[in-house]
């Protein structure tokens, strides 16, 4: 997917920032409230998506919700 000879950026994340960032980015491409009329903009997203949802395991937990609340609680102390 990437495209040949592009270097890689690596952004550092929080796990909080990284869990309010995926649950933004899939609630919004899901409601299809981001506006991103440009295909590049919308692959990048999906891109942005697909790798948080790959690094992080607690989406997949049953207390999910809960781990978000605190996750967001911790950004806006």
Do not use: H, N
């Amino acid at each position: 997917m990437t495209e040949e000879g592009e270097e890689k950026t690596v952004i550092e994340l929080t796990r909080s920032e990284a869990l309010v960032l995926l649950d933004f980015l899939a609630r919004t491409s899901d409601e299809g409230a981001l506006p991103a009329p440009d295909e590049a903009e919308r692959r990048t997203l999906w891109k942005l998506e697909c790798v948080l949802e790959k690094a992080l395991v607690e989406p997949f937990l049953p207390y999910y919700l809960e781990l978000l609340e605190q996750a967001k609680g911790r950004l806006k102390e």
